[in-house]
């Protein structure tokens, strides 16, 4: 069962029924429970969502970083094209310390996260730590990754690199910093970038260059990014393709003209509806979602917007857990508004 | 009627660094207030907004005067139009001036103590300001706490029981409890989530029309700034760069750095993130300020005189004033009403 019913093209990552447990004191929290996306070659997916719906977790998932406590199920295939080893190759099933997921992590796939300060290691330099993934994975010439580390420092627009290449972290401004993790995480040509909250740590006018700088390299070095961001704005400016999370569940998933002009679900909705816009103003209220997200333990099969939601349906959204509805090809629901408006498609 | 709460005059704040490599060389100091000026009329929302380190955070509190500012004057005008130095008075002196300006801050997981019940933090202030019975606190705190939205029933709970929007609500009603004239709110939306967001905002807005209270709303988010407030004040490195109402300032901006700011906001609409500003650089040194206009290194209209001369805040409108040699003659892009239609 695919998402895109219309694309034939194969995906370069596909993530099917992926669900994470984590067993706390209180219960086994289900912080994911059933995603599946696609995500194409050269195009943007966004992942968007309010904190603690289970974005962050899903997309670190992919590459095994998860902390041990997540029990990981579902499977998300990896499919590259120039590397035969790699086809259709489960990632989620590779063990998530041996050999095989390491020489994918930072090679076939990079990561940048939110905050460059601790994501970086005040102990060394930037260069040490952007050659040294080069080193495992390019080249075994110092020479050589010195060189591919300096140039991949000009491409992200830091001056002066050599001067650079041998600072500490705290030297740099937060922006450069993660212009450098952006350098570091693209040194080894990925095919996949896994971008979470690249910008949020930063002020307005350098997250516009950061965004920028991300498009630009994407168009340059054709990769996929999973973008895991909460903010619309960012969703608007950078995605192709968007799924909004709420409580472990994609609950639409659509391109992004169609998420902003013809949202579906009652979640999206009051997303967009309660973000405050340029061009208001002070007389007008704010639309906001009431209530606030439950806690995913013990949750019983049912619509998890239930208590929020402004259109429910009393005795069907809260007896039974909610099918995926197909809209349009590219336009997927969960919802039970919609269920009738595609006969015989959902499960 | 306009009536003033609060007059500002040139309030100047310096930090020292202490210099990592020279033992005994005199301290260097960092002007992180150059001068701020301006009047704050009852009732209103004047929100304060800038990149992180152009002083906002520090301008809030040294109106709250959680710290003292190192020069200038905060005037305070009493309800019967006594006029007043805030920053003068000492002790026990300032007491019945602090009880009327209060705080909200950004981050409600360290705002609140986390060994103290929701009840016992809203009622703190009240217990430290006025000799009350325990009945007539309890009535205070379950009135107050009414009005914030709180479940009464949960008011002897502690906050790590709360969700980030619920804390918000705590510390509200904490800020509230002393019926403030004005409330600083530092950053008081933007740890929360969207949804969440909206509901503290319209929160924030009914408070103000049932009570009359005025807010200095200091906040990096423009979308917000823009649905909350009746003035803005734009800060760089330290300085107000531009002053205006609302409208005009997001209509027709007379100043480069509001335009840029304004122009980076990402927009939740596919269709309108087409012709962007994207500064290049980023924020100058504080402790070694370029010459001239503060932001001419970043600046797209820049000439020579901007490089040698500071300008000064100035009026170019009504309610609007810019620190920029041409506000007028710029042609400045604002945003318009037509980005609100969709949906």
Known sequence: MTTQAARTEQPLLSVQDLKIRIETDNGVMQAVDGVDFNIYKGKTLGLVGESGCGKSLTSRSIISINPKECETTGSAVYHSESEKALHNLDLLSLPPTGKRIRSIRGRKIAMIFQEPMTAFSPMYTIGNQIMEAILIHRTKDKKKAKKIALEMLAKVGISDQEKRFDQYPHEFSGGMRQRAMISMALSCNPELLIADEPTTALDVTIQAQVLELMRELQKELGMAILLVTHDLGIIAKMCDEVAVMYLGKIVEQAPVKEIFYNPKHPYTKGLLKSMPRLGGNKSKRLDSIEGAVPMPIGLPPMCGFYDRCKDRIEGVCNTKAVPKTHISDQHSVRCFLYEDQSEGESQ | ?343
């Open chain 2, 1 to 343: 009627m306009t009536k003033k709460i609060l007059s500002v005059s040139n309030i100047n704040k310096y930090f020292q660094v202490k210099s990592k490599t020279a033992l005994f060389r005199k301290p260097a100091s960092v002007r992180v207030l150059n001068d701020i000026s301006f009047e704050l009329i009852e009732g209103e929302t004047l929100s304060i907004v800038g990149e992180s380190g152009c002083g906002k955070t520090t301008l809030g509190r040294c109106l709250v005067r959680g710290m003292d500012a190192s020069s200038g004057h905060v005037y305070y005008h009493t309800e019967n139009g006594e006029q007043i130095d805030f920053l003068e008075l000492k002790g026990k002196k300032a007491k019945p001036y602090r009880r009327n300006v209060q705080m909200i801050f950004q981050d409600p997981y360290s705002s609140l103590s986390p060994r103290m019940s929701v009840f016992d933090i809203i009622a703190e202030p009240l217990i430290a300001n006025f000799k009350l019975s325990r009945a007539e606190i309890e009535q205070k705190v379950m009135e107050i706490a009414e009005k914030t939205g709180l479940n009464v029933n949960y008011l002897q709970r502690y906050p790590h029981a709360f969700s980030g929007g619920q804390r918000q609500r705590i510390a509200i009603a904490r800020a509230l409890i002393m019926h403030p004239r004005l409330i600083v709110c530092d950053e008081a939306v933007s740890a929360l989530d969207v949804s969440i967001q909206a509901q503290i905002i319209n929160l924030l807005k009914d408070l103000q029309e049932q009570l009359q209270i005025t807010y200095i709303f200091i906040s990096h988010d423009l979308s917000i700034v823009q649905n909350i407030s009746d003035r803005v004040a734009v800060m760089h490195l330290g300085k107000i760069v531009e002053l205006a109402a609302t409208e005009s300032l997001f209509g027709s901006p007379k100043h480069p750095y509001t335009e840029a700011l304004m122009s980076a906001v990402p927009q939740p609409d596919p269709e309108l993130n087409k012709s962007r500003i994207i500064l290049q650089g980023e924020m100058p040194n504080p402790a070694n300020p370029p010459s001239g206009c503060h932001f001419h290194p970043r600046c797209a209209y820049k000439t020579e005189k901007c490089v040698r001369e500071a300008p000064e805040l100035r009026q170019v409108g009504e309610n609007h004033y810019t620190a920029c040699h041409y506000g007028e003659e710029l042609n400045l892009q604002g945003v318009h009403d037509e980005t609100a239609s969709v949906i």
